[in-house]
């Protein structure tokens, strides 16, 4: 049933009664949207926690707010990757990547196990999933979820005459950038993948678009606490500030892939430079030893601006050769 709501200053304090008569001494009042028995628009009262989730119906609390304007049927925009799944009362939900789930209405023919991007208004309050209260993404977009990649390997010429840059996870990519290294360097490269992209017409190859090339950085060592921040330690003691560092703590033991950035700016003091868009695991045997041997072998492809930033890596990666 609906809750009427009587709001009276007494001593300073707050004192609430519903239609029942029952009072709600000192709890914090908030803004309570829910719906009635027609989809829209939402309904908005000041009540409590407790008095919001008593309404048997689909609803949101959010503490401190009013009901000034139309809160309850002003919804945010979202856009974001995720993939689809199963909720309750057989309603598709998309699961976010960044961690909110939604009922969506509009499924542009994707079942559920599909990665994809949705865009749409967030409706906190909805009979998408009723008797279950999960907020609906209305007029929502739905489309494949673009591929992200990111990692080491060798570039080199491919059919047409067009660059392919050959990943160490096996995958090849025409690329558009090169960064200023030549077929044969061992480099670092991320981007957009397309699938159907024409680079090497009349031969089907997959390319990296608006693709980022740089240094191939992949070492061994641990993570260690530096005066301002958390550092990884290479095998030859040398440190590098990280981007993500994971789930890893100080004193775990990972191997690092990344671009490194011998250049950027850090408030964390020390340092050889920055591992930038890195992935972080943990070391399994062959993790390492074979990427530097190509980064060192194949120093002589790069051009003079490029070779002259490599060369400064040479030492660090001896060290991890000789020992």
Known sequence: MRMSRVLVVLLGLCVCTN???????????GRCCFLDFVPEPASCQVM?????????????????????GDPCNTGEPFSGCGELGWGPQSCILFHADSGETFAVDNLGGFLPGARVEVS????????????????????????????????????????????????????TFAVDNLGGFLPGATVWASGIVNPDSSACF?????ALEDNAMGLCFLRCGRLVQGTECVLFEDQGGDLF???DLGDFQVGDSVVVTGCLNPNCFTI?????????DNTIAPITPGSC?????????????????????????????GKLLRE
Do not use: K
């Not at 906190?124 to 673009?146: G, M, R």
């Not at 009349?202 to 997959?206: D, K, W």
């Not at 964390?268 to 930038?276: A, I, L, P, S």
């Open 241 to 243: 500030v990280l981007e």
């Open 268 to 276: 964390c003091q020390r340092g050889n430079g920055c591992v930038e």
């Open 19 to 29: 239609a029942l008569g029952q009072v709600s001494l000192g709890e914090p009042l």
């Open 120 to 171: 749409g208004i967030v409706n906190t309050v909805s009979f998408a999933c009723f008797p279950v209260s999960i907020p609906v993404l209305e007029d929502n977009t739905i489309e494949a979820c673009p591929e992200y990649f990111s990692g080491c390997g060798r570039l080199g010429f491919g059919p047409q005459s067009c660059i392919l840059f050959h990943a160490d996870t096996g995958e």
């Open 289 to 317: 030893f074979h990427h530097f041997i190509g980064t060192i072998d194949r120093r002589e492809a790069l051009l003079p601006a490029a070779a002259e930033e490599i060369s400064s890596t040479t030492e660090m990666t």
């Open 202 to 206: 009349p031969v089907s190859v997959p």
């Open 48 to 68: 409590t926690e407790a008095d919001c989730l008593d309404i048997q119906l689909p609803s949101s609390w959010t503490e401190g707010e009013d009901c000034q």
